[in-house]
């Protein structure tokens, strides 16, 4: 028989996919626990029992989009036959990410300037686990032999990864903000490509 604790999990799981849904469609802002609590049949008193506010609430579907995003570069581990598929494996997942989720993150957009520490703490483990994932990669080359010997290789995958993150297109229009525009991505996209191009026939012999 479930206990109450996961009675109290799995409402909490509808809780946050119902408000996924929510601020997926509308966005932070067009947003409210009214709406979200409606969508659940739920009264807002029980909403803000397990959230009590709309920005936690938000931050807790972050951390879940997280998870979900880390899953799927732990499932690839070890597993590209090349650096170049590494590499093309991260820049397409992480757009692809960003593309479909894009409406979620109007809060990035609202908040660039001030945004809580908690979301900080979301994008370091996500950047970690890219660069992770890219280290890898880089290592394996060096010992098939195709790379010669780096020193560092988290430390050139880093900066690539800083570089990558550093490119903008429309940078008149973007002035007042550092968060991409939807119609720009796929450029940026094929940007990153590039310039990924560019860098790996500078390491490899083969």
Same mark, same amino acid.
């Given at each position: 028989?479930?206990?109450?604790? +996961?009675?109290?999990?799995i %409402? ?18 067009k947003?409210?626990? &009214? ?8 009264? @807002? ?8 506010? @709309? ?8 951390? *879940? ?5 880390? %899953?799927?570069?732990?499932? %690839?581990? +070890?597993? =590209? ?5 590494? =590499?093309?494996? !991260?820049?397409?997942?992480?757009? +692809? ?5 894009? &409406?979620? =993150? ?5 908040? #660039? !300037? ?6 900080w #703490? ?5 950047? *970690?686990? #890219? ?7 880089? *290592? &394996?080359?060096?010992? @098939? ?9 988290? #430390?050139?995958? +880093? $900066? $690539?990864?800083d570089?990558?993150?550093?490119? /903008?297109?429309?940078?008149?229009? !973007?002035? @007042?903000?550092?968060?991409? /525009? ?8 094929? %940007? ?6 560019? =860098? ?7």
């Amino acid at each position: 028989m479930a206990t109450t604790h +996961d009675h109290q999990d799995i %409402k909490r799981e509808k809780i946050l996919e119902a408000s996924y849904e929510r601020f997926l469609h509308y966005g932070y802002s067009k947003t409210t626990m &009214n709406e979200i609590a409606g969508d659940l049949s739920m009264s @807002k008193a029980l909403l803000y029992y397990y959230f009590p506010d @709309k920005s936690q609430l938000y931050m807790a579907v972050m951390r *879940k989009l997280a998870v979900d995003y880390l %899953k799927k570069l732990e499932e %690839k581990a +070890d597993t =590209f036959g090349s650096l170049k598929e590494a =590499f093309v494996f !991260q820049i397409n997942t992480h757009h +692809d990410f960003i593309v479909s989720n894009y &409406n979620f =993150f109007d809060f990035f957009r609202l908040n #660039e !300037q001030n945004l809580p520490d908690t979301i900080w #703490e979301i994008v370091e483990q996500v950047h *970690k686990a #890219e660069l992770t994932l890219l280290t890898n990669a880089v *290592k &394996n080359e060096m010992e @098939k032999g195709c790379i010669g010997p780096i020193e560092n290789p988290e #430390e050139l995958v +880093d $900066l $690539l990864l800083d570089a990558m993150h550093g490119i /903008r297109v429309g940078a008149v229009s !973007q002035k @007042k903000s550092s968060f991409p /525009r939807k119609e720009h991505l796929e450029e940026i996209r094929s %940007k990153k490509l590039l310039l990924t191009d560019i =860098f790996i026939k500078g390491l490899l012999y083969c």
